[in-house]
Structure formats: C-alpha cells, structure tokens
C-alpha cells in the first residue's frame, strides 16, 4: 500500500510541473484585458457625444463606408488623431494610408500605444476588435494578411470608425484628456458602499 502511495506521489510531482507550464501558456495566450481608466455612466456619455459618436463607440456600432467623414479623411494632412471620447492619442497620419475600403485605415497605432485588441466574435465571425484603452471606446477592427495592406511596414490595417476619431492637424491643439472629476468620484464610492450595506458619512 505504502508503495502504491510512493508511486502516486511521485507521479504528481513529476506531472504538477507540466501542469503549471500549460496553465502559464494559457494565460500569456489569453491575458486579462485591462479595465479602463476612464468610466462614465451611459447617460454621461450621451450627454458627452453626438448619438452616432455615442452609437459607434459605446455600443460597438459601425458608421456607414464612404460617408462624408471618409471623405473628409482621406483630404486631410499631417496631423494626429485623438479619442473623441477621452481626448487620448491613438494615431497619427504618418500610419495613414489609402486602402479604398470606405472607413479610414491606418497601417499601426501611433507611438503612444493607446489602442487594445481582442478577439471579437460577433455576427458569426472571428475579428479583431480595436479599443482606446483609456476609455474603452470602441474603433473598428484590425485584419492582417490581405491584399490592400500588402506594401504596409505592418502588413495590417486597422480599419477604423472615423466618428470616433478626431483629427488635429499638425501644429494644432491637442484635446483636453477627459479626467474622472472628483465629484464622480465621490459617487462612484457612495454607491460601492450602498451595494456593501456600509453607511457613508459626509463632511
């Protein structure tokens, strides 16, 4: 009996290490998304955004192609392109490229790396979605491996809502970064201590 328990112990220790190895590939294969800095009520944002900005970008909505903001896009020059939800840098036109395919495109995010990707499976398909990772707003999708961004550094195109950008053009003001104020903060806090039962004293 004792060299059946021997054995088996033997067998775990050996296999646990096995183990840990697959479970740390799974979770560097699938990371945890980071939560988003800036957090509105779906009323701010509404009040905060147009009801097609707020359609696209807080509801994973996709603007019509080769609309009049495609047009405008594709005239526009030097400049950067910022959340027009939090104002954070998300890409420049040095990225900017003219792929035909109705939404602006752009071959890489710019170098402040403000744009998260991950696995959307919607509609019955498998894409990459594109978000700000500041406020979670939706952009668009990014595809690799296709004929029209073939000639890119990236070989990609991250093909992107233009209402949820808004364009600076070179030597302009950049966006005032939308802060959480202290007074959303003060509720965000009241209502975490109501949901725990835990009276909140004020000053």
């Known amino acids: 009996m004792k060299t059946v328990s021997y054995s088996l112990l ?20 699938n990371p945890t998304m980071p ?16 009801e097609e900005q707020y359609r696209v970008t807080r509801t994973a909505g996709t603007e019509r192609p080769y609309g009049k903001i ?18 954070v840098e998300l890409f420049t036109s040095k990225e ?10 752009f071959y890489d995010a710019s170098t402040a790396k403000n744009v998260l ?10 894409r990459v979605e594109t978000l700000c990772k500041r406020c979670g ?25 233009g209402v949820a950008l808004h364009y600076v053009p070179k030597g302009g003001e950049a966006p005032k970064l939308l802060e ?7 509720k ?8 725990a039962g835990v009276p909140v004293s004020k000053p």
């Open 70 to 87: 495609y047009e405008e896009f594709e005239k526009q020059g030097e400049g950067t392109y910022y959340c027009v939800c939090c104002g």
């Open 117 to 126: 990707e991950r696995a959307d499976h919607s509609h019955g398909m498998v």
């Open 188 to 195: 965000k806090k009241e209502a975490l201590a109501k949901e």
């Open 96 to 105: 900017k490229f003219h792929s035909g395919c109705g939404w602006p495109s």
């Open 10 to 29: 033997h067998l775990i220790l050996l296999v646990s290490p096995m183990l840990a190895e697959d479970q740390t590939k799974t979770s560097s294969a």
């Open 180 to 186: 959480l104020g202290s007074g959303a903060v003060e």
């Open 35 to 50: 939560q988003p800095q800036i957090t509105l009520s779906e009323e701010e944002w509404k009040k905060r955004l147009t």
């Open 137 to 161: 707003a939706h952009l668009g999708h990014v595809f690799e491996g296709e004929s029209v961004s073939a000639n890119t550094p990236t070989k990609r195109r991250f093909c992107i809502n």
